[in-house]
């Protein structure tokens, strides 16, 4: 069992910044990968960045360049640092955690955190 915690959301202005941080604590193994998704109200969720235990980040169109993702592998924690943001930003972000060593293993998911870009 693996527990995943997220925190950093809120409300920020458009062009403001926001630092989201997710920790997973429990059975965790190495290799693995985490990463962050969202969902808005009405959409499907998708994903936001993932890194792998490597480092390697991948990155949806929408943010790249403006979303920067990070983790510290002593304290199995990712963060997402999201600049120059846009109203349509605004979603639930999830964080999750899922094991890499073959053949792989279940999602662990956060329980989400409220990210609203408004004026």
């Known amino acids: 069992q693996v527990d995943v915690v997220e925190s950093g959301g809120g409300l920020v202005q458009p062009g403001g910044s926001l630092r989201l941080s997710c920790t997973a604590s429990g059975n965790i193994v190495s290799p693995n990968a985490m990463g962050w998704y969202r969902q808005a109200p009405g959409k499907q969720r998708e994903l936001v960045a993932t890194i792998n235990g490597g480092g390697r980040k991948n990155y949806a169109d929408s943010v790249r360049g403006r979303f920067t993702v990070s983790r510290d592998n002593t304290k199995n924690t990712v963060f997402l640092q999201m600049n120059s943001l846009k109203p349509e930003d605004t979603a639930v972000y999830y964080c999750?955690?899922?094991?890499?060593?073959?053949?792989?293993?279940?999602?662990?998911w956060g329980q989400g955190t409220q990210v609203t870009v408004s004026s």
């Open positions: 999750k955690y899922q094991s890499a060593v073959f053949p792989g293993g279940p999602p662990y």
